[in-house]
């Protein structure tokens, strides 16, 4: 079981938007950053957002993250078929002194 | 252009050994940390270890700690993790991930490709 919690999938129409959600306590996404990171199976994972809400150059203002307490939500708008991937989030647990990431959530683009 | 090559993955038994290899060009290799995640089939990413740029600090998952160990040469900007006491739930594939900065916990901003290991008899 993952430290941090994810829907495991969300799905929406093309054009629409879709937010991810992930939750987790006190020593992980409360006092730490929160990054986001896109991966389509056989491929090197992709980083999509870093900081709770930063965006790496030559990833599109249409994903964009955000961080509340102990909760943070990776956004998705204007969605296009090439977004259907495995969604994580990521952070470091100060507790548990180890990185951790939340179990994954399956876009589908309908 | 940042690149990681993974290599050492294969087909081990059961309280085998394997040492995996991640080859680092395109970036200072000695001013980062350096981690290991892993897949395992069908399921999430799982953080593994880190390194720190100087290699003096290391940290594991508890799954792996007291098994796993992690290195670096960077002579020849090469990461390392040393698989001891492989078991069936070590099956996964590999990823090499540059964190950030030079202090491990950051956020994994290049990743390799990956090399798949398969425990069993």
């Not at chain 1, 078929?81 to 495995?86: F, I, K, L, N």
């Not at chain 2, 993790?81 to 030079?102: E, G, I, P, W």
Request: charged share 15%; net charge negative.
């Amino acid at each position: 079981q993952s430290v941090l919690t994810q829907p495991p999938s969300v799905s929406a129409a093309p054009g629409q938007t879709v937010t991810i959600s992930c939750s987790g306590g006190d020593s992980s996404i409360d006092n730490n950053y929160v990054s986001w990171y896109q991966h389509l199976p056989g491929t090197a994972p992709k980083l999509l957002i870093y900081e709770n809400d930063q965006r790496p150059s030559g990833i599109p203002d249409r994903f964009s993250g955000s961080k509340s307490g102990t909760s943070a939500t990776l956004a998705i708008t204007g969605l296009q078929t090439g977004d259907e991937a495995d969604y994580y989030c990521g952070t470091w647990d100060s507790s548990l002194i180890s990185g951790v990431f939340g179990g994954g959530t399956k876009l589908t683009v309908l | 252009e940042v690149q990681l090559l993974e290599s050492g993955g294969g087909l081990e038994q059961p309280g085998g050994s394997l040492r995996l290899a991640c080859a680092a060009s395109g970036f200072t290799f000695h001013s980062y940390a350096m981690n290991w995640v892993r897949q395992a089939p069908g399921k999430g990413l799982e953080w593994v270890s880190s390194i720190s740029g100087s290699g003096i600090t290391t940290y594991y998952a508890d799954s792996v700690k007291g098994r796993f160990t992690i290195s670096r040469d960077n002579s020849k900007n090469t990461l390392y993790l040393q698989m001891n006491s492989l078991r069936a739930d070590d099956t996964a594939v590999y990823f090499c991930a540059k964190d950030a900065n030079f202090w491990s916990g950051a956020y994994f901003d290049y990743w390799g490709q990956g090399t798949l290991v398969t425990v069993s008899s």
